[in-house]
């Protein structure tokens, strides 16, 4: 019998009926007065000098308005990939925007920008990261590596021996190194020692939506209207007003409806999109084709990384090492850093080593993908504990739990783990049908693989308005778009804290005007810090509605009980009054009682980590190499389950683009760094069939500041995949794959192998 | 020297740029995707039965996507003007909407509804007071006058006799009686009793823009998106969802700039355009014509007033009386019995008979227009003063102040007066120039003539959020449009209390999902009581950012200022951090502080009646009777001046249309109920040099209840205006005007009949 009326029930999202039906308008559906299309003319190489650009031709096309080249727009620092606008002078990757053109019509855009001829002279270009790092290599940045505030600071000084500004110029634009403990004398002790290096691909986010952008420029403040598909309406404004010119409170963000995101959309054209409306003093839309989505993009880096772990024979985990190169494109990025700490973050250990390289190529920069990072990292420490597990004659399970950290460790970078399920999630795992029947399955030539994610969980500060209407309504505000089915835990919250029904809740989007604070939809933190600006919010509308119904009736507000969207005298069930009457005494001519309006803000400081565990059962074919995917079950402590048919949703989905990962996707690049999957026909995402083998358990350990003891549930379903799969492979034909995707000729080269 | 920092500069309105280069958008310059564009076909008959309509021709113009007509709709209580929708089987006035035509653009509507056929059979019309009271007249509504909700409530028990269900269906919608005291002996005990019946025309609000509305279905929820020029977004959000049958939250009303509205938009084709869009399931955009706004819409009722006062020899106010008939055009109205109310407020009198009666004719139905029936009663107890000061041998001031209501009064409703300002105002009148030089100027031929206005305040709960932005950018919001210049005098009550200055203020805009509740703007009490809303979410933010602070110093926030946008500790003027960096540190990832967001709600329930004194100087044209306007002096007691600029404007604008009240305006309907002055060539509005002599003198008397000390300043500078001109005109003259305009046939046959 559960505590709650309404949370922990499955319930379908609330926008459900807009969505499927096409009523629900998406940024690409807005059509503004005046305004104009935009289409880019992208670089076709990844390295040449522009040696002129002929605009004559696109011009001439009827309902061709303007052609805007890099000459155009002011010369601003590039200091991120948002500020490089259109190429200068020279290209530094395919899919480089060179020109937009501007017309009334798609299509006149599209012609235009097909008509513009940029001649172009070649030049040696290092597309991946051992030509980049090669003596003598073509340089992507021959003036050094153009530095931003935010790049600064990933690195900063726990990251010790940044590359400086007094050392030479190369392609090398950072390096980071964490030391704890004494790792070569913990080597030296160790039993077992494991140690492989892993690859992975850049990787699309690939949402369904491509970025979608609208800009109406306001040439009185000099600020403007945007409308997005964007995870960070307030960063996004920031962004803007930053390159106008004019305060943040100038430009006025309309966060829409998002088509899927998975960190792609914190931020890249918005700036460029502004620029341009600015400039020709109209309303300018960008939505990007398919193909421009995968060009020209920022998809998550590739990494290299060698690792490397110690044990005990008894199980005990002495050291951790870890050398991470990574693969960023033209700009710096921090996500090498953040790889080689997620690799010692969830298994406490007293001796650790992890350094990060991060070199530039002549690829699109890089950005967030679910859980960044952290499949591969996941993959390099799941892959060695399964590893030495196997060389120490132990259960994978077990040796795991030996190490697993548990509230009140130490966390990797300062405090103590709060109330975590990493060993509950294992121990959930080890007795799980798939798990236990292993030994059967290996008997039918099967493998199975088991493999834990953790993620830390994001933080930000946020609030949220709750108001009760005359219908009995109430209204909750928050200040963020509409992903991955907050709407419909929000509204949970607030039901469950006000006390009326969840179809009496309407989830308002708004603008970074009207809107509270909402920060971005990443981190998997949205629901665990916006979730209690809901809850205070709710709760201080209840209080405001029952101090109104105090006075009708006369009587303490303590006596005052909300049944079926009534508020009626405990005891007294004839003495009530609807919701709705309450507020239309506040929201009328004359009224006497203040708006029910509650104020809900929160800045919560302490994380709650969550943990997926993994389980994949697979079938190789030893003829071709092919990985056939039996069964994948995904255990996952959500700390509460708001609304178990999102969280599942959620774990689905992460485990589905773990998949990906682990089986079909890579961004792959020929030497002249052309890519050679840049269409969906190419680029192969799981397809449902692929997809479908996925069972999830919800396993529930509160945390102790997470709206009713709930956790972030975005990013942790997406970590294990890749690992539990590679383990099901070793299980099944004894080699271990380091590389992904894992396709046919892969495995067949490492079966060959054997 | 002001003890305010920003509160009493003359500010310009801080969207004024907006304004006057066309930027700023209206609800017509709204372009939606697949909107349709609606046209009416108006009734050319006061009364007349529709025995046929051809669409035939309309619909097969090109563009025209549909004509509706009654027989489209439902058939709903028409229980007010709202739910009127489109004539049914029989027309009521001319101008009525008989069908619309719904087109892709403005001229196929327009050449569509030209088409339309509507075969008539007309009847007789009653189309003034007389005939609709005269035996035997055509009944408006012959099985019964349609009663809402709200009409009922206006007239009520307070009123006594309603022609109650079981009397005889006539033309009379209602009555009204209000005693105190005894008034016949309090009349036989009087030693002067001046006694006259006034009579002003149904006028026509006429603001710049006409009524305009867009409605965008919502095919899933059954709501809508709705834009309009609205004095009261909130209001019009539920008149709307009670013709589509859904709940008020599923409605989202977005309050456009409302180019003048001055009581004309509180609600009229919400209803009507709503059904339309929901009934073809698009997007319906109306937006009337000048002359479909002159023949359609709800103008200010005409008023008939027997009015009668006695005083004894020394000025002491023995009795006062009236007698209102009310021509309310089709629609019941609580304006007469309100106009009676009027009459009697502001002199406290201990006997006092007040009746009205509410006729129906075949004409528009009537509305609220800037001090609803008050320059009618104010035209008669001002001009019944000064009469009685000419019998009596007194100074017209003087007997005034005798009687003049005072702090501590009664009020003529319930409780007394708090502290108000009509004596402070009849004083500075009686010092103003124009009347210490009255004799001097009758000596020239000239007039001069005062009176006074008073109003009580309208009252309504409402509420207001305050943030604060990374550039140090405060932002508030309220719930009502953008009307009158609310948003500079709200940004300076912002400014004033959490200590910024104004031009770091920014008011938003919003819709009613986004917005806290604001009520409707009109009855001068926006600034009276939102403003109070305002100053508490300033006050919560200010305290907040404080907070902020005092934890980054490591000191109390009573040591803390805020000075030139920064928050320093006292006395270390070094110790500072920008107001922006402060709200940067609560609007980040991995923030420790809440956002800065503070709740304002107010529900002030103490009225502050504000009172508007006026000294006319006038030339009268024997030959012709022409009145020329040589001097106006508005006098105000105000309250507390927040922006002079702004209260100087409310004094001129209502000033001008006082002027247009007294020598102008008139909507004159033939026997026929044809409108004779349908455009602005035959409606007379004042024109620049008409209007020109007008001089503004502010006074303060502070209010205890609101901002500062402010009062409404909208209503008062129209009421006076009348009685002023009229006294002046007698002054010169020796004649008493009693009907308005006052044009010069009029005043040629009054001198004619000395």
Redesign the interface.
């Known amino acids: 019998m559960s505590d709650f009326s309404f949370i922990g029930n499955p319930t379908p999202a609330v926008d459900g009926?807009?969505k499927v039906?096409g009523?629900l308008k998406y940024t690409a559906?807005l059509?503004l007065?005046g305004m104009l299309h935009a289409r880019f003319v992208l670089s076709t190489y990844a390295h040449a000098k522009i040696a002129s650009i002929d605009v004559s031709a696109a011009v001439a096309v009827p309902g061709v308005r303007h052609v805007v080249t890099a000459a155009d727009l002011p010369d601003l620092v590039p200091h991120s990939r948002m500020y490089l606008m259109l190429a200068r002078g020279r290209v530094i990757f395919v899919g480089q925007p060179v020109a937009v053109v501007l017309a009334d019509t798609l299509s006149a855009a599209a012609d235009g920008a097909e008509l513009v001829e940029v001649d172009y002279e070649p030049l040696e270009a290092a597309t991946n990261m051992d030509a980049a790092l090669a003596e003598g290599a073509p340089l992507v940045w021959p003036t050094g590596i153009p530095r931003g505030a935010g790049d600064e600071a990933a690195h900063g000084a726990e990251a010790g021996g940044d590359a400086g500004s007094d050392e030479e110029i190369s392609n090398i634009a950072g390096t980071t190194r964490i030391e704890r403990g004494d790792v070569d004398a913990a080597f030296a002790a160790s039993d077992v020692i494991v140690e492989r290096t892993f690859e992975t691909p850049m990787v699309h986010q690939s949402s369904i939506e491509t970025q979608a952008l609208v800009v109406q420029p306001?040439?009185?403040?000099g600020g403007a209207n945007v409308w997005g598909s964007l995870q960070n309406p307030?960063g996004a404004r920031?962004d803007i007003?930053e390159v106008l010119g004019v305060?943040?409170?100038?430009v006025n963000v309309y966060g829409m409806p998002v088509g899927g995101a998975f960190g792609a959309k914190f931020g890249l054209y918005e700036p460029l999109v502004a620029l341009l409306a600015a400039t020709v003093g109209k309303t300018v839309s960008l939505v990007l084709t398919r193909g421009e989505e995968l060009l020209t993009t920022n998809p998550a880096p590739a990494l290299r990384m060698s690792a490397k772990m110690g044990f005990k024979s008894d199980g005990a985990l002495m050291a951790m090492q870890t050398n991470v190169i990574a693969d960023t494109g033209i700009y710096p990025s921090g996500l090498g850093g953040f790889a080689a700490m997620q690799f010692a973050s969830f298994y406490p250990c007293e001796n650790v080593l992890l350094e990060s390289t991060n070199v530039v190529t002549f690829k699109p920069s890089v950005g967030a993908y679910r859980a960044p990072t952290s499949p591969t990292s996941f993959m390099a420490v799941e892959t060695l504990f399964d590893e030495a597990a196997e060389q120490l004659g132990m259960d994978a399970i077990e040796l795991r739990l030996k190490s697993a950290a548990r509230g009140g460790d130490a966390m990797p970078d300062t405090g103590e783990f709060p109330t975590i399920g990493m060993v509950e999630t294992l121990e959930a795992a080890r007795e799980h049908p798939i798990w236990q029947h292993r030994d059967e399955a290996r008997q039918k030539g099967h493998g199975v693989g088991v493999a834990i994610g953790g993620w830390m969980g994001?933080?930000?500060?946020?609030?949220s308005?709750c108001?009760l209407?005359?219908?009995?309504?109430l209204?909750v505000?928050i200040g963020t778009a509409d992903l991955s089915g907050t709407p419909t835990t929000f509204a949970l919250l607030a039901a469950e804290t006000f006390g009326i029904a969840p179809d009496k809740v309407?989830f308002?989007?708004?603008?970074t005007?009207?809107?509270?604070?909402g920060?971005?939809v990443g981190?998997s933190k949205t629901t665990y810090t916006l979730g209690n600006a809901v809850i205070r919010a709710a709760a201080e509308a209840r209080k405001?509605t029952l101090s109104i119904a105090a006075e009708e009736f006369e009587v303490s507000a303590e006596d005052l009980e909300i049944v079926d969207g009534r508020v009626r005298v405990r005891g007294f069930p004839d003495r009530s009054i609807a919701l709705g009457e309450i507020a239309g005494k506040?929201?009328?001519?004359?009224?006497?009682?203040?708006?029910v309006?509650?104020?809900g803000?929160?800045?919560v400081?302490d994380r709650a980590p969550s943990f997926s565990a993994q389980i994949a059962e697979v079938e190789v074919d030893e003829e071709t190499g092919e990985v056939n995917l039996l069964n994948l079950a995904v255990l996952q402590d959500v700390g509460r389950a708001l609304n178990p048919l999102a969280v599942e949703g959620q774990m689905q989905g992460g485990a589905i683009q773990g998949v990906g990962w682990a089986l079909y996707e890579e961004m792959r690049y020929d030497d002249d760094g052309q890519l050679l999957s840049g269409s969906w026909m190419d680029y192969a995402m799981p397809d449902a069939v692929q997809a479908s083998p996925i069972e999830t358990q919800i396993l529930e350990v509160p945390s102790e500041s997470g709206p009713f003891g709930a956790r972030g549930v975005g990013e942790p379903p997406v970590i294990a995949t890749i690992a539990a799969i590679a383990n099901a492979v070793a299980h099944a034909t004894g080699v271990r794959l380091t590389q992904t995707p894992m396709t046919a000729p892969r495995v067949l080269e490492a079966l060959e192998g054997r």
């Not at 306001?218 to 403040?221: D, G, L, R, S």
């Not at 994001?458 to 609030?463: D, F, T, V």
């Open positions: 009926g807009e039906t009523n559906d059509k007065g306001n040439p009185i403040t307030f920031w007003a305060p943040e409170s100038d994001g933080l930000e500060p946020g609030a308005v108001k209407n005359r219908d009995g309504v209204q505000q309407r308002v989007y708004s603008d005007d009207s809107a509270p604070y920060g971005g981190g405001q506040s929201m009328t001519f004359g009224g006497k009682y203040e708006p309006q509650g104020n803000r929160q800045a400081t």
